[in-house]
Each structure stands twice: as structure tokens, then as C-alpha cells.
């Protein structure tokens, strides 16, 4: 029988106010409990409860985190026809997700907290795959180029780099170094020099989140090499 109640409907943004909590927390390795992390959210213990079921929810959310939005920082890359330039767009986005979210960032590659969709990680390198084997299979790397592991070099450049400036070993000034270093790694790959420097131009544009006025430069595939 009807009753009168309404439910209320949960509100994502306290959802997200606790996960940022927790990942602050830990950087800073203040001691972690049900009450000093909801202490100066404004939400109550309760709402611990309700959006993760417990501590032990918050735990597997919180790695997990990070890696949805860089799921959705990616999103915002759409396949084009430069290929190099979208393997470079991937690769900035990483960077830039990292950097409008330090916290989780460090926290996404920890092993000790548990994560809900252990596919996560292979998720994220299979973007750059993609990207690399349309870059091999349009003639702009080498015949030969394994995409698996020019993609894992690629993610090489822009984690070790993203880690030293989060990490204060490196100002943010340095991450204009990516791009060079890309711009070295495809070209060592097979590209042509002048059109490779062009893409990653165009590509680097998504360390910030990318404007729809961001095209990649017109590229004539199968030019000899």
C-alpha cells in the first residue's frame, strides 16, 4: 500500500565530496575514519552509509575514481583522421586529467586499495593502442611498429613526467617537454618529421579539456617514405 513517502534522490556531488575527502586525506596520511572523513564535508556519517555502504565502499570507490574520469577525459577525444595526432591527444588528456586531480591520480595506481572494474587499467592503454595501429595501418609508423607497445612508451612519457610535477620534483613548466618527447618517440616510429611535429602540436592542445574548434591538421596518408 502506498505509504506517502518519497524517496529522496541521491545527490552525486556529496558522492564526490567524500571520494576527494578520502583521496586528500591519504596524500597528506591523515589517519582515515568514519568521522574525520566526513569532518568539514557538512554531510553526516551517514551519508558514508548511504552512498557506499561503508568504509569498505569508499576503499574500492576511490581507486576507481580516477579512472572514470580519465574514462571520461578520453571520451572527449574523438578519433580522427591523423592518428598520430589522436595518440598525442590521449596522451595530453592523461596528463591533464592527472593534474585537475592529483589526488586520485596518485591514488589510481595504488595495489593496496581494491578496484571495482579490474579492466580499468587495460581499458586505458587500449585507447593509445587504438590509436597507435590506425598510426601503423596508415602508413604513418613503420610497417613493423608493435601498437601495444609504441602505446605503452607513449604512456611511459606522459606517467613518468605527470608523476615528477605532481610530485613537486618538477615544476608544471616542464610538461611543455612532452610534446618534444612524443614528437621524438613517433618520429623514431616512422613518421615524417614536419607532419609529426604539426600533429603533436595539434594533439598536445588536450592537456587542457579540448574546444570543438580543435581539429588536427589535414594529413595525405600513404605518403612515401
Not at 17 to 26: D, P
Not at 39 to 48: E, F, I, K, L, P
Not at 157 to 177: A, Q
Request: charged share 25%; aromatic share 6%.
Amino acid at each position: 500500500m502506498y505509504s506517502g513517502a518519497v524517496a529522496r534522490m541521491k545527490d552525486p556531488s556529496i558522492r564526490t565530496l567524500i571520494i576527494e575527502r578520502a583521496a586528500h586525506m591519504l596524500r597528506m596520511r591523515e589517519p582515515i575514519t568514519l568521522r574525520s572523513l566526513v569532518s568539514q564535508t557538512g554531510v553526516s556519517t551517514m551519508a558514508v552509509y548511504t552512498y557506499f555502504g561503508g568504509m569498505d565502499g569508499v576503499w574500492k570507490a576511490l581507486r576507481q575514481e580516477g579512472f572514470t574520469r580519465l574514462a571520461e577525459r578520453f571520451a572527449l577525444v574523438r578519433a580522427s583522421a591523423d592518428p598520430v595526432h589522436d595518440l598525442t591527444a590521449l596522451t595530453a588528456a592523461y596528463i591533464g586529467t592527472a593534474m585537475d586531480h592529483p589526488d586520485l591520480y596518485r591514488i589510481m595506481f595504488d595495489e593496496t586499495l581494491e578496484l571495482e572494474d579490474h579492466q580499468a587499467v587495460d581499458a586505458t592503454l587500449g585507447h593509445l593502442v587504438q590509436a597507435a595501429r590506425r598510426g601503423r595501418d596508415t602508413g604513418r609508423f613503420r610497417a613493423g611498429i608493435d601498437p601495444r607497445r609504441l602505446a605503452t612508451q607513449s604512456w611511459v612519457v606522459g606517467h613518468g613526467l605527470v608523476s615528477l610535477v605532481t610530485g613537486g620534483c618538477l615544476s608544471p613548466r616542464s610538461l611543455d617537454d612532452g610534446a618534444a618527447m612524443l614528437t621524438a618517440l613517433f618520429i623514431g616510429a616512422g613518421d615524417r618529421p614536419d607532419g609529426c611535429r604539426a600533429s603533436v602540436e595539434a594533439g598536445w592542445r588536450h592537456l587542457s579539456a579540448p574546444m570543438e574548434t580543435d581539429r588536427p591538421p589535414e594529413v595525405t596518408q600513404g605518403d612515401p617514405r
